[in-house]
Nanobody
Framework: QVQLVESGGGLVQAGDALKLSCAAS????????VGWFREPPGKAREPVSC???????FYTEYAKGRFTVARDDAKNVVFLQADGVRSEDTAVYSC???????????????????????WGQGTQVTVSS
């Protein structure tokens, strides 16, 4: 069964660091781009970061300098680290995967939810001030 499972969410204090994981089962992430998206309360889903199959990254403007995406293909996991979280980072965070040929730069310049077909169920992150 093809599945993505996010973990690492919860209640955190403003200013703390947070590390989310996206674990794949039923398929290998090694030939997939992975995206992280979030849905703040009452708002539409928005991209956070994407990482290509060969490790190139894309960050939205608000994520630059505070969020870091990384992949460990040997463990079939992609991570999203957030440093200095803020109340506005409160959201449901979801990861998504899409087959992408190794060397393709598409997801290094485009990070759109509509380009991904396999999604996790999401993990809630709540930042208290």
């Amino acid at each position: 069964q093809v599945q993505l499972v996010e973990s690492g969410g919860g209640l955190v204090q403003a200013g703390d660091a947070l590390k989310l994981s996206c674990a794949a089962s039923g398929f290998t992430l090694a030939n997939h781009a992975v995206g992280w998206f979030r849905e703040p309360p009452g708002k539409a889903r928005e991209p956070v970061s994407c990482i290509t199959a060969d490790g190139r990254t894309f960050y939205t403007e608000y994520a630059k300098g505070r969020f870091t995406v990384a992949r460990d293909d040997a463990k079939n996991v992609v991570f999203l680290q957030a440093d200095g979280v803020r109340s506005e980072d409160t959201a449901v965070y979801s990861c998504a995967a899409e087959y992408s040929q190794y060397g393709s730069s598409y997801f290094a310049v485009m990070c759109r939810s509509r380009d991904f077909t396999t999604w996790g169920q999401g993990t809630q992150v709540t930042v208290s001030s």
